[in-house]
């Protein structure tokens, strides 16, 4: 089966409405700037009951004193772009995806850092946003 992967912006995937059997997003909702808008896309190019699935760093569900927006500020200048302080899951739920099924986990690039949550997941599409 042929698969195509066009380089385009998040907020504009180069398909048709509802022509997508699936999406596929790894490290990319915690890295665009807003999340709503590349969801809204998402949703677009799927057909009703396509399949989203995605792996992406989120908010860890750890108790602490969450760290001031200058420093997540730094901390996404640093890695890259990423923003992990999101509340990734709560935003596809947002975006009118449903049902959301997801399994959290832990992970280090290299055994002296410390692991950054991550959530692994699978939501399907009900159709296009109303507004498309």
Known sequence: MPV???RAA???LH???ASADAVVASLVLCSVSAQAPVLA???RVLRPGGTFAFYERVRSDRRFSPPSRTCWLRLAVVCRG???NRDTVA???AAGFAPVTTRRLNFAVHPLSPP???VLGA???PGPPASS
Do not use: L
């Open 91 to 93: 935003a596809i739920e």
């Open 123 to 125: 939501a399907v599409s």
């Open 41 to 43: 896309e998402i949703r």
């Open 116 to 118: 950054v949550a991550h």
């Open 10 to 12: 998040a907020e504009h």
């Open 82 to 84: 990423c923003h992990p």
């Open 15 to 17: 398909a048709e409405e």
């Open 4 to 6: 195509t992967v066009p």
